[in-house]
């Protein structure tokens, strides 16, 4: 069945650094592939997302490129604040009728100043 | 403008104690929606979809249920909680621009 693998986490980087969070996922199809951030004592926002292959998803500083070769989703910010302190979720749509989110166990980044 | 409203915000009950947390949604029609579930230190868990009025899918066994009694109402329940039941609940739906979640109750059971 369809799976989303986030590598195990905490990050903890300085502000400014280099931001990297692996995610690969096992679909059949083509689904969509999506990152979320939950910020301390809030629910889920979307980040960003790809709805298919080669598409670069952005936002807030955040990129994401959907890699079918590789069956990647890997999250990249060239320099993070402290305020990008949170749990990020990769996922993936089920291309059913039902449109399922399946998601990969999360990651939590502490940036420090 | 569409909107998910879910409460309440945080829950403490007691083992072996009734639950139902309710989750609406305004501004559309005949969403498909859906219960998960964040355990402590884990990923979010599918729980349940409604893909309309009266249809359930369940995921998970467990000893949680859900009912959707009107269109834009998703309710989860269980008759008696287990401490296993603890976590952080979300309610979303699906509409033209993708998934919207509500904010969440985080329930403890003690």
């Known amino acids: 069945g369809n799976s989303v693998t986030q590598m195990e986490g905490p990050v903890t980087l300085s502000e400014e650094a280099f931001l990297t969070i692996n995610c690969t996922y096992t679909a059949t199809g083509y689904p969509s592939l999506f990152w979320y951030v939950q910020y301390p004592g809030e629910g889920l926002q979307l980040l960003l997302k790809a709805t298919k292959a080669d598409d670069k998803g952005s936002n807030k500083g955040f990129e994401a490129t959907y890699r079918k070769e590789t069956t990647s989703f890997h999250l990249e910010k060239g320099s993070v604040q402290v305020s990008d302190s949170a749990v990020y979720f990769c996922?993936?749509?089920?291309?059913?009728?039902?449109?399922?989110?399946?998601f990969g166990q999360g990651t939590t980044l502490q940036v420090k100043p | 403008s569409q909107t998910i409203h879910q409460w309440p915000a945080t829950l403490v009950q007691p083992v072996g104690s009734p639950l139902s947390l309710e989750c609406t949604v305004e501004?559309?029609?005949?969403?498909?929606l859906y219960w998960y579930r964040q355990a402590a230190g884990r990923g979010l868990q599918l729980l349940f979809y409604s893909v309309g009025i009266g249809q359930i899918s369940s995921e998970v066994p467990q000893n949680l249920s859900a009912s959707r009694p009107q269109d834009r109402q998703f309710i989860l329940s269980s008759k008696k909680l287990l401490l296993s039941d603890s976590g952080f609940y979300l309610c979303?739906?699906?509409?033209?621009?993708?998934?919207?979640f509500g904010s969440g109750t985080r329930l403890t059971v003690v």
């Open positions: 979303a739906w699906t509409g033209n621009y993708g998934y919207t």
């Open positions: 996922a993936l749509s089920d291309q059913s009728n039902t449109g399922k989110l399946i």
């Open positions: 501004g559309t029609s005949n969403p498909n």
